[in-house]
């Protein structure tokens, strides 16, 4: 009884929804909309087709169907399809993702300036600062790992929590440091006296971590992964689609083929004998963050916004 009557409110808001969105189109008359969100796409876009709107683009920052597997899988493939047939123009935010959803659409799938507005703001100091904090960091005696993400299978917080678990819990000279979740550790974590849960960050210093772990199942664009390596730290990430457009194996992290713990504690370990022989390439890491300025993303989206 409460199941149905769950769905009976979800139904109802469903269609208030639905209402709202053509109600602001009959009211705004938009000459043109930006989706971006896969679930959250479809009926903007089909609204925009209803409403004659002459530009209707579909801004994908990843694709995920492709770390699910039996009817989710489907069903988010369905959608994504579907994305793609009602929207006049499709851009993304990485090679990665142009090519999946370019097997998927016959329209021109566009990559604007390696990326998307959440990218890095270069500064030209920034490259010094960076130095002498990594140079401070080889001095520290902890191993210091972070994981940044939502508490959620997907972004690989259970495998995480596993892998500290049975490897490194209450293990000397290293330490865990959880953001992105909570500031409360789990009742289950309490006898664990090296991790730590920071909460939801504004900025995360990674120049106080010696690694990061990135253990997702699908990734658009990692803007982890670029933000770890603007500061020189090496990231280990699962070896899929939008983590191997930042990560290069063994130049400035390791990627992990097989999505086991077992595989991600030998990767880290890896780093670990790595660390104090010039890993990660700083000038690799230098090189790939470029391509992810945001001013220079922002230069060229707001020509493509303005074309006719």
């Not at 808001?13 to 679930?39: E, G, R």
């Not at 191997?244 to 030998?266: A, P, W």
Request: glycine share 6%; hydrophobic share 40%.
């Amino acid at each position: 009884k409460a199941d149905k009557t769950n769905r009976q409110i979800f139904g109802v808001s469903y269609l208030f929804a639905l209402i709202n969105v053509a109600l602001v189109f009959i009211k705004n008359k938009p000459k043109i909309i930006v989706t971006h969100n896969s679930l959250s796409s479809l009926i903007p876009l089909i609204m925009g087709r209803i409403f004659m709107t002459s530009r209707v683009v579909y801004f994908n920052h990843g694709v995920p169907f492709i770390g699910h597997t039996g009817l989710t899988k489907l069903i988010l493939y369905i959608i994504e399809r579907l994305n793609c047939i009602f929207a006049i123009e499709i851009i993304t935010v990485s090679k990665d993702m142009k090519m999946i959803l370019s097997k998927m659409s016959k329209k021109k799938v566009l990559l604007i300036n390696n990326g998307s507005a959440s990218g890095i703001v270069l500064n030209t100091n920034d490259k010094q600062i960076r130095k002498i904090a990594r140079r401070r960091l080889l001095r520290r005696n902890d191993f210091r790992i972070g994981y940044v993400g939502r508490k959620n299978f997907r972004k690989g917080y259970n495998l995480t929590i596993d892998l500290w678990k049975q490897h490194y819990a209450n293990k000397d000279g290293y330490k865990l440091f959880i953001y992105g979740t909570t500031k409360i550790k789990p009742l289950d974590l309490k006898y664990i006296n090296n991790i730590f849960f920071m909460g939801f960050c504004k900025k995360i210093n990674y120049s106080d971590l010696n690694c990061v772990l990135l253990p997702s199942k699908h990734e658009g664009l990692s803007y982890t992964a670029i933000e770890a390596i603007s500061k020189y730290c090496p990231v280990v990430g699962t070896n899929i689609p939008g983590i191997q457009e930042v990560i290069s194996h063994k130049k400035n992290g390791i990627l992990v083929d097989n999505y086991c713990v077992m595989d991600f504690f030998l990767a880290l370990e890896d780093v670990l004998k790595k660390f104090h022989k010039n890993f990660p390439d700083n000038e690799y890491c230098d090189r790939t963050v470029q391509k992810y300025c945001r001013n220079e993303f922002l230069k060229h989206y707001s020509v493509f916004l303005k074309k006719k």
